[in-house]
């Protein structure tokens, strides 16, 4: 079936640096989303994304937080400054024409230390 | 509050046992999908089913709109059914609200 990928599957990283979570969607989805997981926690909506515009971000979406999708390439979660409570497992999905049916990676696990 | 509750919480079955998981929520929805989500954390879409009822092998997915509910029926489970399994709402805006998950785990 449809398959998102996501690079890196796995980082850690020190407190302050920026990080760049990639996620290659289902080709021809248009829609794009970014979702945090900490461990043993509820998944937590962060942003969707669509037509080169945010269109909902979340209260854990913080300043720190941005994304694009430059020239249709990787759909990227970047986080600069990184703090430690960032530490999760984040998770890229997509959906297509119809904005229903999500496809999710297998997520990126970050640790901040 | 939360948008979407699911229960149980956690279940415990013995292998070829059924299992019901419910899930409620408060809210309007545009459509309502389930995942499972491995031990490992990633996840796996089972049932996009915004009403009525759906199967797949040894699932069944049933939602009723007008009561606000929808279940996921897992007959003759086998150990490799275990792990986490979230039913999530589409409301609009393609904003999707995730419950907290229900923990199956089931013994050989």
């Known amino acids: 079936g449809p398959k998102v990928l996501q690079i890196p599957s796995h980082q850690i990283i020190d407190m302050g640096q920026m990080v760049t979570l990639n996620c290659d969607p289902v080709?021809?989805?248009?829609?794009f989303y970014w979702y945090k997981q900490i461990l043993g926690q509820q998944m937590e909506f962060l942003v969707n994304f669509y037509n080169g515009k945010v269109m909902e971000k979340s209260k854990l979406f913080k300043d720190q937080f941005s994304v694009e999708r430059p020239d249709g390439s990787y759909f990227t979660l970047k986080i600069q400054p990184t703090a430690l409570e960032d530490s999760a497992v984040y998770f890229c999905a997509s959906s297509g024409t119809d904005g229903n049916t999500l496809y999710f990676g297998e997520g990126s696990r970050l640790i901040v230390v | 509050g939360q948008q979407v509750q699911q229960s149980p919480a956690s279940l415990v079955l013995q292998e070829g046992e059924n299992a019901e998981l419910q899930c409620n929520f408060s809210?309007?929805?545009?459509?309502m999908q389930w995942f499972y989500q491995r031990p490992g954390g990633s996840l796996v879409s089972l049932f996009y089913n915004p009403s009525g009822t759906k199967h797949s092998g040894r699932l069944t997915s049933t939602t009723v709109i007008k009561e606000r509910r929808s279940s996921l029926h897992i007959s003759s489970s086998q150990t490799t059914d275990s792990g986490t399994y979230l039913c999530?709402?589409?409301?609009?805006?393609?904003?999707?609200?995730f419950g907290d998950g229900t923990q199956l785990v089931v013994k050989p």
């Open positions: 999530a709402l589409e409301r609009g805006n393609n904003r999707i609200f």
């Open positions: 809210t309007s929805l545009n459509s």
């Open positions: 080709s021809n989805h248009l829609y």
